[in-house]
């Protein structure tokens, strides 16, 4: 955390998913996971559900990114 090498890895998975034809990227975090949900709304995902995993009681929220 704090290197900023995030933000690479970030736009490099957005780029790869472009090249590769994608128009939409997913993805899940855990709510309560601070660094993980700033991460995901970082990326500019757009969190469409927020629903509770019967197996592990957490809390993930469903977020979307229109590429």
Known sequence: ???KYSDDFREL????????????MIATTVMTEVHSLANMLKSNYKIQNIFENKRTKNQLGFGVKIL
């Open 13 to 24: 998975k957005e780029e790869l998913a472009r090249k590769m034809g994608y128009s939409c």
């Open 1 to 3: 955390r704090g290197t």
